[in-house]
């Protein structure tokens, strides 16, 4: 497993997802949003994106739940 965690960090930090409000020209987070969702998928996640400023995704995933079951 920690094999897959370092390249999965790998991968993201390979990512270009520079603020574009804090560095003018900066790439954004839609391709590392694509990413995240993509993996997240695959790990069985639901996902859900939102994009409350037009171009900055944010992705949430959580693993499905039992009925009844705690959080």
Not at 10 to 16: E, F, G, P, Q, S
Not at 30 to 43: H, K, M, Q
Not at 47 to 66: C, D, F, K, M, N
């Amino acid at each position: 497993m920690r094999s897959d965690v370092i390249d999965l960090l790998k991968d993201l930090v390979a990512i270009d997802s520079v603020n574009p409000s804090l560095v003018p020209g900066g790439a954004g987070e839609s391709e590392i949003a694509g990413y995240v969702t993509g993996w997240a998928d695959a790990a069985g996640l639901d996902i859900q994106v939102l994009e409350a400023t037009a171009g900055r995704p944010s992705v949430v995933g959580a693993a499905a739940t039992t009925a009844g079951a705690k959080r």
